[in-house]
T-cell receptor, first 107, second 115 residues
Framework: KNEVEQSPQNLTAQEGEFITINCSYS?????LHWLQQHPGGGIVSLFM???GKKKHGRLIATINIQEKHSSLHITASHPRDSAVYIC?????????FGTGTSLTVIP | DAGVIQSPRHEVTEMGQEVTLRCKPI?????LFWYRQTMMRGLELLIY????????DSGMPEDRFSAKMPNASFSTLKIQPSEPRDSAVYFC?????????????FGQGTRLTVV
């Protein structure tokens, strides 16, 4: 059983669409990270959340601790947003990673 | 700052050889992490250091893997002897104050191929 589940696994959107990627986890956590991996392989840390909501540009991340759920939203999506988005949760000293959501934004 | 710097970017080696991956964290960051990414297992945390001290190495797959951080500006991940199943992308990341408290900054990764 995977402690972290992401959905959808693959997502194709038209440029300009509002996108939501979901992450659910089954254990108590101290923090949750959203990571972005570009087609070239580099990984960028987008957000670290322990409660509430964070916004950076067109990206918004929310977390509901009681429901053990987080969402990553992208407003006005753009082809350069095409990447794999990975959810990672911190449980004690251990990180658990989701399998990622592959996003393709079509012009 | 140039960010987290990893070397080499690509490494191809024969089974049985020793492989050393290198990482220079961002200056002033207290925590350093080594990750491995494969198609089968996704992204896995191997080990992390805080103030140069290994805190949790439970993710290290087996005794063939070892990691050191002799000072605040340098870390190595060594595999000896290497095996084809070690082929993966290895990422190093650093964080200012600890893994749960702030965002981590990732290097570009080292793509290891063991033939």
């Amino acid at each position: 059983k995977n402690e972290v589940e992401q959905s959808p696994q693959n997502l194709t959107a038209q440029e300009g669409e509002f996108i939501t990627i979901n992450c659910s986890y089954s254990v108590g956590i101290s923090a949750l990270h959203w990571l972005q991996q570009h087609p070239g392989g580099g990984i960028v840390s987008l957000f670290m959340l322990s409660s509430g909501k964070k916004k950076h540009g067109r990206l918004i991340a929310t977390i509901n601790i009681q429901e053990k759920h987080s969402s990553l939203h992208i407003t006005a999506s753009h082809p350069r947003d095409s990447a794999v988005y990975i959810c990672a949760v911190l449980v004690g000293n251990q990180f658990y990673f989701g399998t990622g959501t592959s996003l393709t934004v079509i012009p | 700052d140039a960010g987290v710097i990893q070397s080499p970017r690509h490494e191809v080696t024969e089974m049985g050889q020793e492989v050393t991956l290198r990482c220079k964290p961002i200056s002033g960051h207290n925590s350093l992490f080594w990750y491995r990414q494969t198609m089968m297992r996704g992204l896995e945390l191997l080990i992390y250091f805080n103030n140069n001290v290994p805190i949790d190495d439970s993710g290290m797959p087996e005794d063939r893997f070892s990691a050191k951080m002799p000072n605040a500006s340098f870390s190595t991940l060594k595999i000896q002897p290497s095996e084809p199943r070690d082929s993966a992308v290895y990422f190093c990341a650093s964080s200012p104050t600890g893994q749960g408290l702030t965002e981590a900054f990732f290097g570009q990764g080292t793509r290891l191929t063991v033939v």
